[in-house]
Nanobody
Framework: QLQLVESGGGYVQPGGSLRLSCAAG????????IGWFRQAPGKEREGVSCISSYGDRINYADSVKGRFRISRDNAKKTVSLQMNNLKPEDTAVYYC????????????????????WGQGTQVTVSS
């Protein structure tokens, strides 16, 4: 059972940056498609970004394109989400999730693909 842990959330002013990380303790995330999702109060959980099993396919939600960047650090066994130029509408609990099936693509619109989920980390963007 893969246990995912997110870190790096916090409080930031509009225009600021945060870097979220997703890790599974001593286990590597290599071979897993990793997705980042977020859920704001009163809203459904939505996909933000994903990176395929081997890191060669990446997708972003339109709302974060050009501002967020997902990456793998195989040495650190983490997947990170660099978030720049944050806006109040980015405020949400951010979750990372792992898809245990090796795929050539990654999907942020189908949460059912993801087998493992972290507990989430809060990101608050406010002045």
């Amino acid at each position: 059972q893969l246990q995912l842990v997110e870190s790096g959330g916090g409080y930031v002013q509009p225009g600021g940056s945060l870097r979220l990380s997703c890790a599974a303790g001593k286990y590597s995330l290599n071979g897993y498609t990793i997705g980042w999702f977020r859920q704001a109060p009163g809203k459904e959980r939505e996909g933000v970004s994903c990176i395929s099993s081997y890191g060669d396919r990446i997708n972003y939600a339109d709302s974060v394109k050009g501002r967020f960047r997902i990456s793998r650090d195989n040495a650190k066994k983490t997947v990170s989400l660099q978030m720049n130029n944050l806006k109040p509408e980015d405020t949400a609990v951010y979750y990372c999730a792992a898809d245990g099936t090796v795929r050539s693509m990654c999907e942020i619109h189908d949460r059912s693909r993801y087998d493992y989920w972290g507990q989430g980390t809060q990101v608050t963007v406010s002045s």
